[in-house]
């Protein structure tokens, strides 16, 4: 019991790579029938109605008292993180599986660490150079024919342009409110970038030709089940794991935790959903987790 207190954060860390890590998997079954624009909307509506009950509870409000420009940009935020982002994400994830996805995923940090750069004015360390490079090459080695297994070429590169979309925007939604995010309560924040999200999942919606189509893959295909768990795990339980982690560990440490969903996510999609292994993936992975960390700590 003693050993469980004393690396309490560093085990809610690790358990939220886990969490995150299966809650790929879920998302990658329930793309076989649900669209990713429904898949997005159903996770953020399910998310955004968690976290306000968890907020009740905590007695937190939604309405915090600052400036205009704090909400704007936190929705804007996530109209490019959340609703954009992680609906490529989702796409990406169809097209060219979990594994292989958990590759492309390694590309956050590079993105996070060169916006940071031109937006925050931080600065390149050499170790961060060399995480860089390490990451584009485990990308690059991947898409060789070897490592794309039997994924065409053509869904491949398609889904690997959603994917690196996916990041870039991811990053671009992160780095805009990073200042704001040291000063802001992370349940507040997170709230409000989820309200974004689901501002331009609406108006995609309202303007989609195949919108009906769209929403019944929702709530009428036979995804449901995985839909439902994927979104409880991954939006929901995985963010709150996360947030203890941050509280109770070194943020540096709970950070390289986290940084093993990459791996968790790899694993899992060769055993539950039959992705196949091969040397030139493994590689990939490996090395595209060291350069994640070189990144996070160079």
């Known amino acids: 019991m003693d050993f469980i207190q004393q690396y309490l954060g560093e085990t809610f860390a690790l358990v939220t790579a886990l969490a995150w890590g299966m809650a790929v998997i879920l ?5 076989e029938s649900v669209h990713p624009i429904a898949l997005n909307t159903y996770k ?43 609906t490529l994400f989702f796409k990406c994830l169809n097209l060219i599986g979990a594994g292989m996805t958990a590759i492309v995923d390694c590309l956050y940090s590079p993105f996070i660490i060169s916006l940071s750069i031109l937006w925050l004015g931080e600065s390149f360390t050499f170790i961060q150079v060399v995480g860089v490079v390490l990451v584009l090459s485990a990308v690059l080695a991947a898409t060789h024919k070897k490592g794309r297994g039997k994924i065409s070429r053509r869904d491949f590169l398609l889904g690997l342009l959603y994917g690196v979309l996916a990041m870039g925007t991811n990053a671009v939604g992160i780095v805009m409110i990073k200042p704001l995010l040291e000063q802001s309560p992370l349940l507040w924040a997170t709230e409000i970038r989820l309200i974004g999200g689901l501002i331009i999942l609406l108006i995609v919606f309202l303007f989609h030709p195949q919108r009906k189509k769209i929403a019944f893959s929702a709530i009428g295909g ?51 959903l039959k992705e196949p292994l ?21």
Do not use: C
């Open 27 to 31: 998302f990658k079954k329930s793309g």
């Open 44 to 86: 953020n509506i399910l998310a955004f109605s968690l976290f306000f009950i968890t907020m009740l509870i905590m007695g937190e409000s939604l309405i915090r008292p600052g400036p205009a420009k704090d909400y704007w940009l936190l929705i804007l935020s996530g109209a490019l993180g959340i609703g954009i982002a992680d």
């Open 222 to 272: 036979k995804g449901w089940l995985y839909t439902l768990s994927g979104s409880f795990l991954g939006a929901y339980v995985a963010m709150i794991l996360w947030l203890a982690g941050m509280k109770y560990a070194q943020a540096s440490t709970a950070a390289a935790l986290n940084q093993t969903s990459n791996i968790f996510i790899f694993i899992l999609a060769a055993i539950f």
């Open 278 to 298: 091969n040397i030139i993936k493994s590689v990939s992975i490996v090395l595209a987790v060291i350069g994640v960390l070189l990144i996070t700590f160079g």
